[in-house]
Nanobody, 121 residues
C-alpha cells in the first residue's frame, strides 16, 4: 500500500503562483509514474502534469508553459509549481502514483485525498 499526502493548496489571487507537494510513503517501488490531476465542480477529473521514474514529463495544454512538475526521489516527493494562475485553475488537486516492482508485474495505482486550490480576487 502507498499513502500519498498533498499539501500547498490554498487561496491565491489571479496571476499569482502556488507550489503543491505530494509525499509518497509505504510500498514504494522504483518504477513509477506520478501525476497531478484536478477536478473542478461539475467537471471530470483531468490530468494536469505527470512525471515518470525516467524523468519524462507531460503537461495538459491548459497549463503548459506556466506549470512545472518536478521530483525529489530521495524524499519520495513530487511538486507542481503553477504560475500565472487563473480562476479556471480552481479545483481540487489530487496526487496520483502508479508503480511496480519490476517491468513484468502489473501497475498498482493510488490516489491522495486532494488539496483545494482556489484562484480568486
Amino acid at each position: 500500500q502507498v499513502q500519498l499526502v498533498e499539501s500547498g493548496g490554498g487561496l491565491v489571487q489571479p496571476g499569482g503562483s502556488l507550489t503543491l507537494s505530494c509525499v509518497a510513503s509505504g510500498s514504494i517501488f522504483s518504477i513509477y509514474v506520478m501525476a497531478w490531476y484536478r477536478q473542478a465542480p461539475g467537471k471530470q477529473r483531468e490530468m494536469v502534469a505527470s512525471i515518470t521514474s525516467d524523468g519524462n514529463t507531460n503537461y495538459a495544454d491548459s497549463v503548459k508553459g506556466r506549470s512545472t512538475i518536478s521530483r525529489d526521489n530521495a524524499k519520495n516527493t513530487i511538486y507542481l509549481q503553477m504560475n500565472s494562475l487563473e480562476p479556471e485553475d480552481t479545483a481540487v488537486y489530487y496526487c496520483y502514483r502508479k508503480n511496480r516492482r519490476v517491468m513484468t508485474m502489473p501497475w498498482l495505482s493510488y490516489w491522495g485525498q486532494g488539496t483545494q486550490v482556489t484562484v480568486s480576487s
